[in-house]
Structures are given as C-alpha cells and as structure tokens.
C-alpha cells in the first residue's frame, strides 16, 4: 500500500475524529459497487472514491457542486460482496456535517415520491416497452435518493414514440424531454429507459423534495481530512516544542495535542486541502523524521 493510501486508511478508521458516527438508516448510504471488469478487487481508498459521486447523485439537487473532498475518511464501512463487488456504507452524520461545512445544499431525507410511467405509440399502449420501462424504474430511482412511500404523491409520466422519437412528459406537464430512438428494439430494454428516464426524474425530485433542501448559509471551510500522527520517541520538553512548532508551520495543516506517553507524541491533525497532506510529509522529511504508515495515519521517527 502506498504511504497516501495508507493515510486514506487510517482518515477512514479515523473518520470519528470529524464528526461522530450515527447509527446507519438511511438507504442513500450505503452504495454497492459491481465487480470491476479486471476481476482484481479495489481498496478501500478506491470503492470509496468511485462511490462518491454515485452518493452525491442521491443527495444534492441538479446543480450542486460540491468540492473535492477525501471519500474514504466518511467511511463506515467497506464490505466485499460474493459478486466480487464491494458494499461501500458513509457515516450519515459525517456526511452531512461535512456538506452543511462547504455551505453544499443537500436533501436531509430521501424524496417521497412514486413513479408510474405508460408507453404508447401511435396505435396505442405498448404493454412490452412498458414492462421495460417499469423494470428500471426501481435502480433509478434508489440512486436517486427517491423513496415511494404510502403516502407519498404520485407522479405519472407518459411516454409517446413517435416517427424515430420518444417524448416523456409528466401529467402536470412541468417537465418533458425528447429522445431520438433510432431502433425500436432498444424500446425493450430496461437500460435504455434508466437512461432515458433520469433527467426527468432528477427534475422531478427537485421540485417535489425542495422542502427537505437543506440550504446551509455558512461559507465556512470544513477539513478535507482528519488523521493521527505520533512521533515514536521518548517524551520531552524539547520534543514537544519541537514537533508542534513543525506542525504550525505547515499550511493547511491544524494540529491539536491528542496523547504525551513514554512511548511518544500523537497529534491529531486536521488537513484543509490534498496539497497540505503533501506539504507535511516533506516538512517531516525535511525535519529528519522517517515515515512509516500506521492504522490510524503516519508514525514519525
């Protein structure tokens, strides 16, 4: 493992330093990745990347930028699955915290919403394409962050192909999306309707879940990642002056005294930027300090 994968490791077990864990009950959270084309299994650091954007796709409307952030230290869990895919489940609280931080608008709730479709042409119903289009409905809308409930409203969407072209449109006529069909044969098959069917349904969360936006007005910057850093030397006076006078100097870097013990000095640090993680590593060198990668983040001798 390489000394930035192991520190993403220990921001990962780490991650309570942030915020504290919640009990996980939210469904937006957990994200289960298939098996990569390669067949090899991806690293913690890996499945939480690659699933941060997908959970971003459930939480934040249309629009919502949020910016670059170090996936694995919201990391509950990575479980790998029997489908050689791995299971990736964020810590909600972390999360949220993290995004009310960088002022990013999020849903704080799945959007109650059903989604019923028909698909016609022009001699009427064409129960097959709706079947299909029923069939990815589901996935969609799970990674959407749309959850139908009993007493969640209704939206009804009717699909019209016509002469190499299909036209979605919802009853109240507030969203409508037009899509060049150049084989029909397509029509039957569930992955083009979960294509077809999201910038429809996107739009249409938006607009029904706007009172579960949460807006946050703070521009404050929250850390980009939390981990541990123990100097593995006896303690002394002149030790600490030492190490916490380094750790000032480095942008980016906010350092707080987390144990003195006889077997060292541990910091717990907060990194504001990807470059600051970078920046310490050659101040310690520089300093004379040899790195080596521990559980919960670097070790210095």
């Not at 790998?80 to 810590?91: A, C, D, H, K, S």
């Not at 119903?125 to 990815?136: G, K, L, M, S």
């Not at 069909?181 to 879940?209: I, K, T, Y």
Request: proline share 9%; charged share 20%; net charge positive.
């Amino acid at each position: 493992m390489s000394l930035r994968g192991a520190v993403w490791l220990g921001a990962w077990l780490f991650g309570a330093a942030c915020a504290a864990a919640a009990p996980q009950q939210d469904p937006r959270f957990t994200i289960e990745l298939p098996p990569q084309a390669q067949g090899e299994p991806r690293t913690p650091a890996q499945a939480a990347q690659e699933a941060l954007p997908l959970l971003w796709r459930r939480l934040l409307p249309q629009g919502a930028q949020p910016p670059q952030a170090m996936a694995l230290g919201f990391v509950a869990r990575v479980v790998p699955l029997e489908n050689q895919g791995v299971r990736v489940v964020f810590r909600k609280q972390a999360v949220l915290a993290w995004l009310r931080a960088h002022a990013v608008p999020f849903f704080a709730q799945p959007v109650p919403l059903g989604v019923r479709v028909r698909v016609l042409d022009a001699f009427g119903p064409r129960p097959d394409w709706e079947e299909a289009a029923r069939t990815a409905i589901p996935l969609l809308t799970r990674e959407l962050g749309i959850a139908e409930a009993d007493e969640a409203p209704v939206a009804r969407l009717t699909a019209y192909v016509r002469r190499g072209e299909l036209v979605l449109a919802t009853d109240k006529q507030e969203e409508e999306q037009r899509i060049p069909v150049p084989q029909e044969a397509r029509l039957s098959d569930p992955a083009f309707w979960h294509e077809a069917l999201a910038p429809v349904l996107m739009s249409l969360r938006d607009r029904m879940g706007a009172s579960l936006l949460v807006a946050a007005a703070s521009s404050s910057q929250g850390p980009w990642a939390c981990m541990r850093l123990r100097f593995a030397r006896a303690w002394t006076n002149a030790l600490w002056a030492q190490t916490s006078q380094l750790l000032a100097a480095v942008p980016g870097v906010q350092a707080s005294l987390a144990r003195i013990g006889s077997e060292g000095i541990t910091y717990r640090l907060q990194l504001a930027e990807p470059d600051a993680l970078a920046r310490l590593q050659r101040a310690l060198r520089d300093a004379g300090w040899a790195l080596s990668e521990v559980p919960l983040g670097l070790e210095a001798r």
